[in-house]
């Protein structure tokens, strides 16, 4: 079993930063990724990041470049730097843990998940 905790978030104006932790403990093992997904009010969950096993990251389209994920020294630990967030960057965001991802983006590729955090970026 993992459990998976993640803080962070809040409300920001448009153009401002937020940064979301989230720490992975239980049965993790050495090899793991972790990621990022969100979810607004009456569409899907969206692939937003991930960072691998080896340290590689992915990010979603558009995200590159404002969104930033990194991984503590433990290894245990990622986070999630949102900057000149938009409008459109708010909904609830959601950490996952994954053994093994065949594909980073997929959702069902995930096998813990934290509880959410709600981002709200107003105009």
């Known amino acids: 079993q993992v459990q998976v905790v993640q803080s962070g978030g809040g409300s920001v104006q448009a153009g401002g930063s937020l940064r979301l932790s989230c720490t992975a403990s239980?049965?993790?093992?050495?090899?793991?990724?972790m990621g990022w997904f969100r979810q607004a009010p009456g569409k899907e969950r969206d692939f937003v990041a991930v960072?691998?096993?080896?340290?590689?990251?992915y990010y979603g389209d558009s995200l590159k470049g404002r969104f930033t994920i990194s991984r503590d020294k433990n290894r245990n630990t990622v986070y999630l730097q949102m900057n000149s967030l938009q409008p459109e960057d708010t909904a609830v965001y959601y950490c996952?843990?994954?053994?093994?991802?065949?594909?980073?983006?997929?959702?069902?590729?995930?096998?813990?998940w934290g509880q959410g955090t709600q981002v709200t970026v107003s105009s």
């Open positions: 960072i691998r096993s080896g340290d590689s990251t």
């Open positions: 996952a843990f994954a053994y093994s991802s065949n594909y980073v983006a997929g959702y069902r590729s995930y096998d813990y």
């Open positions: 239980g049965r993790t093992g050495s090899m793991f990724d």
